[in-house]
């Protein structure tokens, strides 16, 4: 085993993840109480990092005007069919306004009217130049003397059996072993991609809708103590310009550009009326642009040529904000949108908490089933359509409680022997043997989920027959983890996420088998289950991993009275 030098850092709380939920958890823990020691852990930089990391162009979660929390939660709920923790869609819906303030009096510009006030994008959109907008908020976080660990990759938790203690870390550039004791700790990691076999290859294959180094490293690290994690069937897979990800909204969203199939036909309202034709939910577009393309009428496209000059400019700058490679793409190419249809389509399935509800199944407060652990943003399940602003709201909410908390907790040390077990675990893979790189297994997962547990090709689509042959083989190759082998640091990070990505692939294959209905079409297809059965399942579909047993317990949860507007 290579010899590492180990870090040893003690603190009152602990954020791992330094997106919008852990900057925001960062900065609101200083703002209760100065005088706390307080340390992000963050695998890339908190000024560049996870799915902001490019810009933002919409908050896509406010309330405008007309719209109250109440108003949201039943948005919410009817594009979930039923299935959301209200209160938890709540308490984020009351603090959406306040929450995009305080960041814009952190610097981030807000796009307005001529009479000052925000200009909105749909009923629950507002427009904002948020190219920068991590960089504003790390800029707070460092303003705040909050302690950051950049490029720091959480490992595991240091967790006694009964409480989380704290986490473990591995540098990506300094190879160090970190060892980070704390008396709280907020999980703000973000959800998972890189699951399912990647629509563009090889060089091009990490141009992901989600950020591809979101490998859904905190559901693993939760799920191998034995949290209670919710949802991880409610996939989300978006709709997106084709070749480069860019997202459809920001053309589509209070416009009147018409979806398109390459016949010419206005399929929304033409063949899918029965749906809400072209006002119909979001994971319905995805779900016409699929039939379209299966029954050969495809591909499909946002008819754009209604664009005037000034529309197309106005397109390109605030594409700009958030996505500049469609830009850069349409400018080497002479394309010009208004002249010519940009072409959609889905991306690979990802497990996420902020657009859909996968995650930690927490309390109002953002306490997991585990003590001591908290969870906000992407990582926190049962609250979708929650966004950047709703990450921030949870952010707070975590925090908040986390502030109350450290006062009653002793900060205790885990025994050597344990930080020693794991320290061996993280280096194992660096032990100079031949063994098979991360890359090659990662490929060999990504095209069982693929093939079996509905991926791109196979139309998103899910039978339980296919279902339990994705267990069987993922159960398989997951025997040859052990041969891994990294040559150096960043292979080992590599290792790691590979790692953490089947723990959470079984999980979600579990999820998606014991769900037998079509709950969000689109979104999870069960073609031997087509139909919805409010009868049978309407409820969340939870689980607890057991590690003694090596399997994925399924708890079936149903909707309790304080989903039904009982809100404190």
Not at 72 to 83: A, L, T
Not at 334 to 349: A, D, F, L, S, T
Not at 491 to 504: A, N, P, Q, T, Y
Request: aromatic content about 8%.
């Amino acid at each position: 085993m290579k010899e590492i030098s180990t870090v040893k850092l003690d603190t009152d709380i602990l954020i791992i993840g330094g997106g919008a939920a852990g900057c925001m958890a960062a900065i609101e823990a200083k703002k209760l109480d100065q005088s706390i020691k307080c340390v992000v852990m963050e695998k890339a930089h908190i000024e560049r990092s996870g799915c902001l990391a490019m810009g933002l162009n919409a908050i896509n979660a406010y309330l405008t005007t007309g719209q109250t929390p109440e108003t949201y939660v039943k948005y919410v709920k009817d594009e979930f069919f039923g299935i959301i923790r209200e209160d938890l869609v709540y308490s984020i819906a009351k603090g959406l306004n306040e929450s995009v303030r305080q960041v814009e009096e952190l610097g981030l510009p807000v796009e307005k009217d001529q009479n000052g006030d925000y200009m909105s994008r749909g009923k629950s959109s507002i427009r904002i130049y948020g190219e920068r907008l991590k960089p504003i908020l790390a800029a707070a976080v460092n303003r705040a003397n909050v302690k950051v660990l950049n490029r720091v990759v959480a490992t595991n938790f240091i967790f006694d059996g009964e409480r989380v203690r704290g986490a473990y870390g591995f540098g990506n550039r300094d190879g160090k072993f970190y060892v980070v004791h704390a008396k709280v700790v907020i999980v703000t990691t973000g959800g998972a991609t890189r699951l399912y076999k990647p629509i563009k290859t090889g060089d091009a294959r990490n141009t992901t809708w989600y950020c591809p180094w979101n490998v859904g490293t905190g559901y693993a690290m939760g799920i191998r103590i034995g949290a209670e994690m919710t949802s991880f069937e409610n996939r989300f897979i978006p709709l997106r310009v084709k070749g480069v990800n860019a997202p459809t909204g920001t053309i589509a969203q209070g416009s009147d550009i018409r979806q398109r199939n390459a016949l010419g036909e206005e399929y929304l309202e033409e063949r899918y009326k029965h749906l809400g034709g072209r006002k119909c939910l979001s994971l319905y577009r995805l779900l016409a642009t699929l039939q379209e393309e299966k029954a050969g009428r495809g591909p499909c496209y946002l008819d754009t040529t209604c664009l005037s000059v000034e529309e197309e400019k106005k397109l390109k700058e605030v594409y700009l904000n958030m996505n500049p490679a469609i830009v850069l793409l349409w400018a080497n190419e002479g394309y010009n949108p208004r002249k010519r249809p940009v072409e959609i389509g889905g991306m690979e399935p990802v497990v996420i908490g902020g657009h859909c509800q996968a995650g930690y199944w927490i309390d109002g407060e953002r306490r997991t089933t585990i003590s001591g652990l908290f969870a906000a943003g992407d990582v926190a399940g049962g609250a979708p359509k929650k966004y950047v602003s709703g990450a921030w709201v949870e952010g707070k909410i975590a925090a908040k409680a986390a502030v109350e908390e450290i006062g009653k907790i002793e900060l205790l040390h885990i025994n050597g022997e344990e930080v020693n077990k794991e320290k061996e675990r993280i280096v194992c893979c660096m032990n100079g043997r031949e063994g098979i790189s991360p890359e090659e297994l990662e490929r060999n997962l990504q095209e069982i989920m693929d093939e079996y547990a509905g991926g791109a090709t196979a139309h998103y689509e899910l039978t339980e027959s296919k279902l339990i042959i994705a267990r069987k083989k993922v159960k398989e190759l997951e025997g040859k983890l052990g041969l891994l082998s990294a040559g150096d640091k960043h292979g080992l990070v590599s290792c790691l996420e590979l790692i953490d990505r089947f723990d959470v692939a079984k999980v979600l294959i579990e999820h998606l088998i014991y769900r037998k209905e079509t709950r969000w079409p689109g979104f999870q297809i069960r073609t031997d289950f087509p139909e919805r059965d409010d009868a049978n399942w309407l409820g969340f579909v939870n689980s607890v991993y057991d590690p003694v047993e090596d399997r994925v317990i399924i708890i079936k949860r149903a909707l309790k009275k304080e989903n039904e507007y009982l809100y404190k």
